[in-house]
């Protein structure tokens, strides 16, 4: 058991981080939130000024001044150095400035080796878990919902107009997905239809079919 890692991949507010926490509390194992880890670089890159595009800055900066992921099972922090940005990652400017963040090669190899460093077991919610940073976990999942169910969600989440956000998560679906594939190994859960439980029972009946 040392080594499980279950990766849980899918598309914006597909529902992964309460998937992947609600599975992890009945694995008994943190949950890794390597989302979390890209809106801190994007956070980082506002406070400190820095162009989103510029890869030679922002890798720098971030060898100068590194972030790190508390992957603690009642819910991730990141930090850099002592500052916890945690409750400045869930914002509209960091949504609007994640991606070109994360599309640039050097930013996601210093995440993927902070998420290679983090020890197993655990299980991993992002993009790209189950492709490229994990390829070689337990089980792999990869979670869909239509736009407007996932709209939906957000608004019960934050107050806010159904039309605007479902645009919004479709420019963001176009804007990431090049790192959010699912691997061929993957198992594809709609979770459209499901409850946020009825998702969790059917990744954690999987995972033990994969023992
Ligand atoms: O999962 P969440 O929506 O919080 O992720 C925020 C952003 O981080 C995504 O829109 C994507 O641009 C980036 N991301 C990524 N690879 C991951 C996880 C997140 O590129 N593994």
Redesign the pocket.
Known sequence: NATVIVTI?GV??SG??SVASGVARALHVPYV???????AA?RAALNAGLPLTDEAALTAHLRAHPLRLDARADGNRAYQGDTDLTPH??TDEV?DA??A???LPGV?AW?DDHLRSLPAPFVA?????GTN?FPHATAKFYLTASPRVRAQRRVNERDADIDAIETALRE?DR??AR??QPAPDAHLIDTGPLTLQGVIDLILQRVQAAH
């Open positions: 991949d914006a507010a992964k981080s939130s390597s989302g979390l880890l890209y809106r994007a990652l869930h949504d994640v991606s963040v994360a599309a996601r995440i919610e992002g993009r790209d878990m940073v963001r804007r990431d790192q959010s």
